[in-house]
């Protein structure tokens, strides 16, 4: 089980790369996590977590078109790979046996 | 207003600088992103400022390229692969690698020895605790020359206590004098060495104390301090304060305080103190502040932060003050401050206390050490470039795999530090077993202390990284030039560049070496000149034996007589010195009074057998004679040279008078003796009077029979038993004689020490290059022995290269050694010329020595059969 294991912000990444689906790159990621959490993350944080979850193989990536926004600079779009969809899943259920595990009184108050 | 700001130019070139170039352009792309839609909401400033501080955080692992211009930060393969490999060409080529690790550790044992020695002669007397505020006065008599010397270390007896009465900067002063003195306890006797010395001795000097108070040992008259080695001589393990020892003079001296063994590296060489106030001449001088009577060393401690020249200068006006009943004396005193520091190096002083080291010596060697590692250096720069040929592949495959070339020539270097830590463990061992040799030699305690000598390990290293990095520079400069297209092609040949840089080396190496056999030539023929010279009196087959103590001195007579009824004995004299070294002198003028005809002269004083033992010649006149009544204060014999001086002839001389300045009463010449050499051959042959004096004899001269040599000197033994309860100490007079050139003799044997070693070192650079070049002309000797080449004809061509070296280094060699030989022989008022056959002689050894060490290289070249050399083309 902890061979998948995640952090916690990592994670979070992943997710986000998964609801913007194909529009996941950098400054989007941390816009959506803005909007979202409420969090500000730096363009350093964020992307040494993007490198690092691709060469885990959790992630994979791809240039778009060069645009005249952004110095004619191409984006790099990150996708989840079936590895990293499975990782997140088996994350999700060791989440879900953890809270089902909780004893009905703890949060009946 | 520019519509679109564009972002800070510095930082992002930073950025693109540091970021890995996969990641550059969306990261880029996303920053700018950023930084455009910044400058909308929050305006142009705080975007730029924004995408700084974005660009700093971005500046971590993950996102920064590697730094190696391969890849990689790993380079432990990489490391591993240059042990490898180097380990592998060091067992490939072990004839080199020998050399090699051999001629460094050679150049690095002398190099360790000589700076053990150094590193000694430099901590004499740091071991007090004030040691860095602790002087002592010399002076200068100006034209008073002694031996050469118009400086000496003595000074009057009231000066310590006048120099802390008159300077509020001088804290504590104390006295000193030398004695070696007979101790007597029970039954027992002993016969040590001591010094004299007054109460605020231990004030200046702090030897730490084992029994006793350092504050009032040496209060008393009749007090002594013993050393804890005499102590447990004399008395055992118990304390010995309040014991008392039988002093020579009869008087029981009360022990008040056992003190700590010295270290070695100590002037003062002693084991026992005793109180100056019982110093009899100490206590005339002082009672009667004679300022005039210089026999006492005055040493002191001056307050912290004193300037000890303002004090020097302050000295002149002192001694005006008390100088009092001195001033009919010739001779103006000036008195000298000096570290204690310096002393052991000081030798142009008379007179002066302790062991003496050689600042010659010491800078002497210290540049031998130099040339002898700079040699075996050379060697190895020699052989790794020769080498570098067969490596010449590997260089050329590292290349194309994409070393760059600092990498290679680090790890050049680095192979030449290792090799260098190979040859320092050698040299470490071979120093061991040779630092007994060397301090004997030397006559030093030195040691190899890798624990105790802190400086000896941090030393050791950067000698090694020094000595790798010199030695491996310039073959790691050569061999990360080659190029890798012609290496792989293998059109590499050994007519490259490098060779005239190495055949300049070798030229280097043969220069040092020939100047060193030249030195050696000279100094051994310099040496044997003085062993062989006509001295003027006998000084074989006579056995000297110094007079200690009053009853001996009351029964001369007797024991002469007793010695003289064997047949062994040939003759005795009494003498107060031996006429090896004439030390005592005064000063006479001609009988008219006139200052300027004063004539500083020597003197000894002797008995009626004394010309006689000594094979002494007379010129004119007569000898000494015991029926003369008169003969004993008026009559003296002068030599040659005083005759001279004094203007007349040898004959002229018999029956003139002169006076002398502390006697009153005219002296007659009854006699004039031939010139003998009573100083060592530095100096001139000097003014001498020899006057009649059987009551003051210091010195019993014992001719003998060369046979039975044992049986006679037990005889001498028993007579001199009966008489003396000092132990019995004889010398031979050729014996004392080499004692005054013991300082040449030392320096001739460590010159032959280093040449052997310095023409062992480039003769095996010698051999290794030509090994080298011998392999490498294999085929060229293949093809001359097909085309009918004779053997002699073959070895002649490989050998003549060298030797044109060996010839260059002779050339340069003659100069340099001319010119340091002419210095050392200045040195001496009788001395050898150099001759030619000196220069031909060093120049052609060395040739044949080169010539040995090609031939066995290029013989078995010239033998090989040329279908082997040939036949794999």
């Known amino acids: 089980m902890s061979k998948h294991h995640l952090g916690e912000f990592e994670e979070i990444v992943m997710l986000t790369v998964a609801i913007l689906y194909d529009e996941a790159y950098g400054i989007a990621i941390i816009d959506e996590m803005e909007e979202r959490l409420g969090r500000k993350v730096s363009i350093g944080a964020l992307q040494t977590v993007l490198r690092r979850l691709e060469k885990k193989g959790y992630l994979s990536s791809r240039f778009g078109e060069a645009t005249k926004m952004r110095g004619g600079k191409r984006k790099r779009y990150f996708t989840l790979t079936s590895y990293g969809k499975k990782v997140l899943t088996a994350v999700k259920e060791q989440r879900v046996g953890l809270w089902n595990a909780i004893p009905k009184l703890v949060f009946n108050e | 207003m520019n519509k679109n700001p564009s972002p800070p130019k510095l930082p992002l070139r930073f950025f693109r600088w540091y970021c890995h170039p996969d990641y550059r352009e969306d990261i880029e792309g996303d920053l700018l992103e950023r930084f455009e839609r910044r400058v909308q909401e929050k305006g142009a400033n705080a975007a730029k400022w924004l995408f700084f501080t974005d660009v700093i955080r971005l500046f971590r692992p993950g996102i920064i390229r590697s730094w190696e211009p391969g890849q990689s930060f790993n380079n432990y393969s990489m490391f591993k692969n240059y042990f490898k490999i180097t380990w592998r060409s060091l067992l490939k080529q072990k004839l080199y690698t020998f050399i090699n690790i051999g001629g460094l550790a050679v150049g690095l044992t002398c190099f360790i020895l000589i700076f053990l020695y150094v590193q000694h002669e430099l901590s004499y007397d740091r071991f007090y605790e004030n040691a860095d505020r602790i002087y002592r006065i010399y002076q200068k008599q100006e034209g008073n020359f002694h031996l ?217 060697l210290s540049l031998i050490a130099v040339v002898v590692l700079l040699l075996a250096c050379v060697n190895y720069m020699n052989l790794a470039v020769a080498c570098s040929i067969k490596r010449a592949r590997e260089i050329g495959l590292r290349k194309v795999i994409g070393a760059v070339r600092w990498q290679l020539i680090g790890q050049f270097i680095g192979e030449s530090v290792l090799i260098a830590c190979l040859g320092l463990l050698l040299a470490i061992g071979l120093t061991y077993f040779l630092t007994p040799v060397f301090g004997h030699l030397l006559e030093r305690p030195i040691e190899l202390n890798l624990i105790e000598n802190t400086l000896l390990i941090p030393g050791l290293v950067v000698l090694v990284v020094v000595v790798g990095i010199l030695s491996g520079s310039y073959p790691a400069f050569f061999m990360s030039s080659l190029r890798p297209v012609q290496v792989l092609k293998g059109k590499i040949n ?224 028993t007579s001199f038993k009966k008489y003396s309860p000092y132990p019995f100490e004889y010398k031979f007079l050729d014996e004392q004689f080499d004692q005054l050139y013991k300082a040449e003799l030392r320096l001739g044997e460590m010159f032959v020490f280093f040449t052997v070693i310095s023409i062992l070192i480039a003769s095996m650079g010698l051999f290794g290059l030509a090994a080298f070049t011998a392999g490498q002309r294999t085929k060229e000797i293949g093809i001359r022995k097909v085309l009918g080449a004779s053997v002699q004809g073959i070895v002649g061509i490989l050998a003549k290269d060298f030797l044109k070296m060996v010839l260059a280094g002779f050339l340069l060699a003659i100069p340099v050694a001319w010119y340091f030989m002419h210095q050392w022989l200045a040195d001496f008022a009788y001395r050898i010329e150099m001759e030619w056959w000196m220069f031909a002689m060093a120049g052609f050894a060395a040739m044949v020595i080169a010539l040995f060490t090609i031939s066995s290289q290029s013989i078995k070249a010239a033998l090989t059969n040329p279908v082997d050399s040939l036949k794999n083309e």
């Not at chain 2, 009577?293 to 006006?317: G, Y």
């Open chain 2, 148 to 364: 050469g010397s118009d400086y000496f270390t003595l000074s009057p007896a009231p000066l310590a206590t006048t120099l802390t009465k008159e300077f509020p900067e001088v804290t504590h002063a104390t006295s000193i004098a030398e004695e070696t003195a007979l101790l007597g306890h029970e039954e027992n006797h002993y016969w040590e060495k001591g010094l004299w010395a007054d109460a605020s001795f231990f004030e200046v000097f702090t030897y730490p104390f084992v029994y006793g108070n350092p504050k009032t040992a040496l209060v008393k008259p009749e007090s002594i301090v013993l050393t804890a080695s005499l102590s447990q001589k004399i008395f055992g393990a118990r304390n010995p304060v309040g014991q008392s020892l039988i002093f020579q003079n009869g008087d029981p001296y009360t022990v008040t305080g056992v003190i700590k063994d010295p270290p070695v590296n100590t002037s003062f060489k002693f084991s026992f103190i005793s109180c100056l106030l019982s110093h009899k001449r100490y206590m005339w001088a002082f009672k009667n502040a004679r300022w005039g009577s210089n026999s006492f060393h005055a040493f002191f401690t001056m307050a912290e932060h004193a300037d000890p020249l303002q004090l020097q200068n302050k000295l002149p006006a002192m001694y005006e003050k008390y100088k009092g009943n001195n001033k009919n004396y010739p001779f103006r005193d000036t008195y000298f401050v000096q570290p204690l520091s310096e002393i052991h190096l000081e030798t142009k002083a008379n007179f002066d206390i302790g062991l003496k080291g050689n600042a010659k010596y010491l800078s002497l």
């Open chain 2, 494 to 717: 050994g007519r490259f560049s490098g060779m005239k840089i190495q055949s300049w080396l070798i030229v280097g190496q043969y220069a040092m070496a020939i100047v060193l056999v030249i030195s050696s030539l000279v100094i051994y023929q310099q040496f044997r000149f003085i062993q062989q010279k006509e001295l003027g009196y006998n000084k074989e087959h006579i056995v000297t034996i110094p007079i200690r103590g009053n009853r001996l001195r009351e029964n001369l007579e007797v024991i002469k007589n007793e010695w003289l009824s064997n047949t062994q004995i040939l003759g005795v004299a009494t003498s107060t010195q031996l006429p090896t070294n004439i030390r005592s002198s005064t000063i006479i003028n001609d009988h008219d009074d006139r200052k300027e005809n004063d004539l500083s002269i020597y003197e000894t004083g002797v008995d009626y057998d004394y010309l006689e033992v000594f094979n002494m010649e007379l010129i004119a006149g007569r000898n000494f004679s015991s029926d003369s009544k008169t003969d004993p204060t008026y009559r003296h014999i002068i030599n040659e040279t005083a005759a001279k001086a004094l203007g007349w002839t040898p004959e002229e001389a018999i029956g003139n008078q002169f006076v002398e300045a502390s006697n009153k009463g005219a002296k007659t010449v009854i006699g004039v003796v031939k010139d003998f050499h009573m100083h060592s051959m530095h100096m001139a042959i000097a003014p001498l009077m020899i006057r009649l004096n059987t009551s003051h004899s210091g010195f019993l001269s014992v001719k003998i029979q060369p046979d039975n040599l044992s049986e006679t000197l037990a005889i001498l033994e």
